[in-house]
C-alpha cells in the first residue's frame, strides 16, 4: 500500500542555514507528490506539489524533486528564517485503502529556526 | 484563510461519551476530507465524502461516523469516546475528486477526552 517516510524531527537550525528535509514514498502508479506547511494552531496548507517524475515544485523559497529512480521528494531551501519554524508534511495522492482521491501523508518533521 | 470552517475549536468531553464535528467546505468544493492528528500516529486519514456520497474510508472506527449533507457540510461523529480518541481533528475540502487535487484545511478541532 501507499506510505510516505520522512525525517524525525525535530529539526533544529539557525537563520540563513541551509534546509533538507528527507521524503521517500511507496507506491502503486504514478501519484503526484506534495508538500505540506503546518504553522503553530492552524491547518495545513500546501506549500508545493510535483504531479511527475523530474517535476520540480517550489514556493516561497522551498523546493522539492520528483525522484522516481530513489522514490524520493526531498524538500530544500537554501537560507532558512525564523518565520520557516513550522511542521512540514510530505504526502502523495491516493490512499491504499481503497480508491480514494485523498493524501497519504508523512507522520511530519518539526522544524525550529533559531535567530 | 483556508475558506475551511471547522466548530468547534476546542472540545472538553468525558468517556462513553459523544459528540459531533462540524465542518462547513470551501464554498464550491464537493468533496470533504476528515483526518485524525495525533503525535504517535501522525495525520490519519478517515474518511472522504463527494457530493453527499461515501467516496472512500479510511482507518475510521466502528464508534465514528460521517455524513455530508445537501448543502456540502459535514459532521464527524465519535461515539463512545476512549482517552485514546484524544487528538487534533482536521476537515479538508478539494473542488473535485480526483488523484493529485490540493486540499484546503480547516484549523482543527482539538478534542480531549477525560
Known sequence: GNSVTQMEGPVTLSEEAFLTINC??????????FWYVQYPGEGLQLLLKATKADDKGSNKG?????????TSFHLEKGSVQVSDSAVYFCALSGYSGGGADGLTFGKGTHLIIQP | DSGVTQTPKHLITATGQRVTLRCSPRSGDLS???YQQSLDQGLQFLIQYYNGEERAKGNILERFSAQQFPDLHSELNLSSLELGDSALYFCASSAVQGLGEKLFFGSGTQLSVL
Open chain 1, 24 to 33: 521517500t514514498y511507496t507506491a502503486t502508479g504514478y501519484p503526484s507528490l
Open chain 1, 62 to 70: 522551498f523546493e522539492a524533486t520528483y525522484r522516481k529512480e530513489t
Open chain 2, 32 to 34: 470533504v476530507y476528515w
